[in-house]
C-alpha cells in the first residue's frame, strides 16, 4: 500500500497533462491566444511530471510499470498540434516531439534530445536563409542575447508554411519552445480580408447610392455614390444615426415634400420599416431626379438603392415632346401620309383622308393598299406595297410616280416616298404621296409653250431668210447702180452732188447688206441650220488678213494695231469664213470703241488644256460689269455715247459667240469700265492640229 502511495502525485499530475492536452487540441479551433495558454499551460505540467518521474525513478528503482508511464506520457505529447522543444536549465534539447519534424520539414538538422539551443538555432538560421523570416529570425536571437524579451514571431519558412514561434521559460530555469503551423489560418484569413476588401470595393463602386439600416431604422453604412446621388454633407449622416434624424436633415434639400420635415421623416420611416418592397422618384431643389428602391433584409433591417435618374427623365420628356411634335406635323402634313404593315393600312393622315376621299381614319384602316391606285402600276410600285423586314428603320425605296384613285372615282397624280419605321418590335413602310397634278399640269403648259415658241422660232427665223433674200436682190440693184454712178462708168453724170449722193447710197447699201446677212446667219444658228465647212486654217495667216482688211478703217480711226502672234502657231480645224468674221467681228468693235491714238493689240496662248485662246486687247473705253451680258445678247445695245455715235444692230459679239460655241469653244469678256476691254476666243484642243503653220 505505501509503495502504491508514493504514485498517486504522479498519476495526478499525468491526468491532469492529458485533460490540459485534450483542451489544448480543443482550443486549436479557437482564438490564438486561448490555444497558446493551454498549450503552454499543458507543456509546464508536462516538464513537471517528466521531471518528478525521473527523479522518483532516480530514487527508487523504477519497475517496468512505471516505465510504460512514462512512455505514455511522451505519446500524449507527441499527440500535440504544436511542435515542442523543451530545454533543460543548461539549454540541451531534452524533449522533442515529433509534430516539430512534420511542421519544420525539410529542415536537415533533426531535433533530437541533447543537442544544445544554440547548434540547433544557429542551424535554423542558415536553414531560412533567403526566405523573407531570416531577418526576422536574426533580429530575435539578437534580444534574446542581449536579455530583453523579444516576444512572439509569425515566420513564413522555407517550406512554404507559416507558423507561430514562442519561447517560454520554466520555472525552473529551462526554455520551452513551440511551434505552431498556422499556414491555413493565415490562408483564410488573408482570403477572408481579400473577400472583405472586394466586397467593399464593389459596394463603393457601384454606380448606385446604397444606404442600410437597422432594425430600428438606425443607419448602418453607406457608399460614397450614395453621398454623390442624394446631395448629403458628409456631417448630416453618421453610423447609428436614426433614419427620422437623417431626413430631417436633409428636408431642406428635397421638392414636393410638404412644409413639416417632421411629417415628412415620419411618413418615409413608415415606409422604409414596411416589409414589402417600394419604389417611388423623388425630386431634388436643384432639378435632380432620383428613384428610390426599398428592400426588407432578414434581420429586419432595409436597404435602399438609389438611382439618378434625371437624364433618364430629360431624354424621355424630349422623346415624348419629339413624338408630339412628329405627330402633329404629320397630322397637320399638306402631304398625305399611310402606315401599312404587309400592305395593310394602319394609319392615315388628314390629308390621306381627303386624297382617298373616305370619310375618316376608321374607314381605311385595315384596308389593302394597293386599292386606291390603277392595277397597272402595281408591278412598279411593289417595293412601296410590300412589307418592311427587310429595311432597316430610316431606309428609302426609290420615289415614283403614279395616280391615286379616291373612292369618288377621282384619279390625282402623286408622287409616292417611301421608308421603313419601327413600329412597336418590326419595322412598317411609310408611304407620302404628294399631289404632283399641279406640277404635271404645268409641265404640259411649259411643253407646249416651249414647242409653240421653237415653231414661232422657226418661223421667224424662215421669215428672216426669206425677207433676207427677198432684200439682197434689190440691194445688189442699188449698190451696183451706185457704184456705176458713182465712177461715172457711162459717161460724166454732171453735178458733183450726183456724184456724192450716189456715194451715200452705195455705202448705205453695202451697210444694210452686212446687217441683212448677220441677222441671216444669226436666224441660221437659232434654227439649227447653219452647217460648218471644216478645212485645216494657217491661224497667222488668217488673223494678219484680218488685220489688213480693217486697214481703211484703223486710218480713219487713228489708232494702232499690234499683232503678238507667233508665225509658228498650230494649225487648226475650223469654218475659215466663220472664224474670220469673228476675228474682223471682234477688230471693228475695238477699232470703233477706242478713242484716237489708242492701242489694239493681237495675242494667243495654249493653255494647259491644250486650247489655244487668240485675244483681242483694247485700251477704249471698257464695259461695266452689268453691261458684259447685255453686249452678248442680239439686239441689245450698250447704253453709251459711243453706241450713240456708232451705229449698229448690236449682233456683233452676239454672233461671234454662237460661231465659236458651233466650234465647241467659247468667247469670253474680261473688261474695266474706262480702262479697257479684252475679248478671248478660245478653239477647243480637239481642233489644234499638231503640225505648226
Not at 505529447?77 to 522543444?85: F, H, K, P, S, Y
Not at 522555407?158 to 520551452?176: D, L
Not at 439682197?472 to 452732188?497: C, D, H, M
Request: charged share 25%.
Amino acid at each position: 500500500m505505501a509503495s502504491l502511495k508514493k504514485y498517486i502525485p504522479a498519476v495526478f499530475l499525468l491526468a491532469t497533462a492529458l485533460i490540459l492536452i485534450s483542451v489544448a487540441i480543443t482550443a486549436n479551433a479557437l482564438t490564438s491566444e486561448i490555444s497558446y495558454f493551454v498549450v503552454g499551460t499543458t507543456v509546464g505540467f508536462g516538464v513537471f511530471l517528466v521531471f518528478y518521474l525521473l527523479k522518483s525513478q532516480q530514487g527508487s528503482g523504477e519497475t517496468t510499470s512505471d516505465t510504460r508511464k512514462f512512455t505514455q506520457m511522451m505519446e500524449a505529447i507527441d499527440a500535440l498540434d504544436e511542435g515542442l522543444v523543451i530545454y533543460d536549465i543548461n539549454e540541451n534539447a531534452l524533449i522533442t516531439n515529433r509534430r516539430i519534424s512534420q511542421i519544420l520539414s525539410n529542415f536537415k538538422h533533426m531535433f533530437t534530445p541533447g543537442q544544445s539551443r544554440e547548434n540547433l538555432g544557429a542551424a535554423f538560421v542558415e536553414w531560412l536563409k533567403g526566405s523573407p523570416a531570416y531577418g526576422e529570425f536574426l533580429e530575435y536571437i539578437a534580444k534574446v542575447k542581449a536579455g530583453k524579451k523579444p516576444g512572439d514571431l509569425q515566420l513564413t519558412l522555407p517550406n512554404g508554411k507559416i507558423v507561430s514561434f514562442k519561447e517560454r521559460y520554466t520555472a525552473e530555469g529551462g526554455v520551452v519552445s513551440i511551434f505552431r503551423d498556422v499556414t491555413d489560418e493565415v490562408e483564410k484569413r488573408n482570403e477572408l480580408e481579400a473577400t472583405h476588401s472586394l466586397i467593399t470595393g464593389v459596394y463603393q463602386a457601384i454606380p448606385i447610392g446604397l444606404c442600410v439600416y437597422d432594425p430600428d431604422l438606425n443607419v448602418v453604412s453607406w457608399n460614397e455614390k450614395y453621398i454623390e446621388i442624394m446631395e448629403v454633407p458628409s456631417d448630416t449622416i453618421s453610423v447609428g444615426m436614426p433614419l427620422k434624424e437623417h431626413l430631417f436633415n436633409c428636408f431642406s434639400y428635397f421638392d414636393e415634400v410638404g412644409d413639416d420635415p417632421e411629417a415628412f421623416a415620419e411618413m418615409v420611416a413608415e415606409r422604409t420599416h414596411s416589409p414589402h418592397t417600394s419604389n417611388i422618384e423623388r425630386k431634388f431643389k436643384s432639378g435632380r431626379i432620383v428613384e428610390i428602391s426599398q428592400s426588407h433584409l432578414p434581420d429586419g433591417g432595409a436597404v435602399c438603392t438609389f438611382k439618378d435618374i434625371t437624364l433618364e427623365k430629360s431624354t424621355q420628356q424630349l422623346l415624348k415632346e419629339s413624338e408630339n411634335r412628329y405627330r402633329k406635323m404629320v397630322e397637320l402634313s399638306p402631304d398625305a401620309i399611310l402606315v401599312h404593315k404587309d400592305g395593310i393600312v394602319i394609319y392615315s393622315n388628314e390629308a390621306a383622308i381627303q386624297l382617298l376621299e373616305v370619310k375618316d381614319l376608321h374607314s381605311i384602316v385595315g384596308e389593302k393598299i394597293h386599292k386606291f391606285f390603277p392595277v397597272a402600276d402595281h408591278d412598279n410600285l411593289d417595293a412601296h406595297f410590300g412589307g418592311a423586314d427587310h429595311l432597316q428603320p430610316g431606309q428609302t425605296v426609290p420615289t415614283a410616280k403614279s395616280q391615286v384613285i379616291g373612292r369618288l372615282g377621282n384619279r390625282i397624280d402623286v408622287e409616292l416616298e417611301a421608308s421603313a419605321l419601327l413600329y412597336g418590335d418590326r419595322p412598317v413602310m411609310q408611304l407620302i404621296a404628294r399631289d404632283v397634278s399641279a406640277t404635271i399640269k404645268a409641265q404640259k403648259l411649259l411643253k407646249q409653250a416651249k414647242e409653240e415658241a421653237e415653231s414661232a422660232a422657226q418661223l421667224k427665223g424662215t421669215f428672216l431668210a426669206n425677207m433676207s433674200h427677198e432684200l439682197r436682190t434689190p440691194l445688189n440693184a442699188i449698190i451696183g447702180f451706185s457704184e456705176v454712178i458713182k465712177n461715172q462708168y457711162y459717161g460724166e453724170v454732171g453735178s458733183e452732188k450726183y456724184i456724192e449722193y450716189a456715194s451715200d447710197i452705195n455705202a448705205s447699201g453695202v451697210h444694210l447688206l452686212d446687217l441683212i446677212n448677220e441677222i441671216l446667219d444669226l436666224s441660221k444658228i437659232e434654227s439649227g441650220n447653219q452647217e460648218i465647212y471644216e478645212e485645216t486654217l494657217d491661224l497667222f495667216s488668217l488673223v494678219e488678213d484680218c488685220r489688213r482688211l480693217m486697214e481703211p478703217q484703223r486710218e480713219k480711226a487713228d489708232v494702232e494695231i499690234t499683232s503678238k502672234l507667233s508665225s509658228v502657231l498650230p494649225n487648226v480645224v475650223a469654218d475659215s469664213k466663220m472664224i474670220k468674221q469673228v476675228m474682223i467681228n471682234l477688230l471693228s468693235n475695238a477699232v470703233k470703241f477706242t478713242p484716237k491714238g489708242g492701242q489694239i493689240t493681237i495675242s494667243s496662248l495654249i493653255e494647259r488644256n491644250g486650247d489655244l485662246a487668240i485675244s483681242v486687247e483694247d485700251t477704249g473705253i471698257g464695259i461695266r460689269k452689268d453691261d458684259i451680258e447685255k453686249a452678248l445678247t442680239p439686239f441689245m445695245q450698250v447704253d453709251s455715247e459711243f453706241n450713240r455715235k456708232y451705229q449698229g444692230t448690236g449682233l456683233g459679239l452676239p454672233l461671234s459667240k454662237n460661231l465659236m460655241e458651233l466650234h465647241g469653244g467659247s468667247l469670253h469678256i474680261d473688261s474695266q469700265f474706262g480702262s479697257g476691254t479684252t475679248v478671248t476666243i478660245r478653239i477647243p484642243g480637239k481642233r489644234v492640229a499638231l503640225t505648226a503653220a
